[in-house]
C-alpha cells in the first residue's frame, strides 16, 4: 500500500522560496508510475501543479513553468517540490499523490494515493 506524507510547507513573502516534501513508501519503482503535486485554496478545485514519470518526464501547469521543479530521489524514496518566486496566488495546501500507469496526467480523480497535504503561505 502507497503510503505519502508530505512535509516542508510554511509561510514566506512574495519573490521567497519553499521546497516541499513527500516521504514515499509502498511504491514499487520498477512499475510504471506517475508521481505529482497538487493544490487545492478554499472555493478552488484541486489543481495540479507538477507531475514526473517513471521516465523521468515531467510537465507543469502554466502558471508555475519556470518557477517550479519537480524531482524524485527513489534511493532515499523522496519526491519534492522546489519553489521559486512564490506569489500570493500560490498559496494553498499542497498534496502529494501517486498512481501506477504509463501515462502521467494533471488530473487528480486518476491518482489513486493521497498525502494529507502541507500548507503554503505567500503573503505580499
Known sequence: QVQLVESGGGSVQAGGSLRLSCAVSGVTYSSKYCMGWFRQSPGKEREGVGVIGSDGSTNYVDSVKGRFTISEDNANNLLYLQMNSLKPEDTAMYYCAHRYAYSCPLTS????SWGQGT????SS
Open 119 to 122: 500548507q503554503v503561505t505567500v
Open 109 to 112: 480523480n486518476l491518482f489513486r
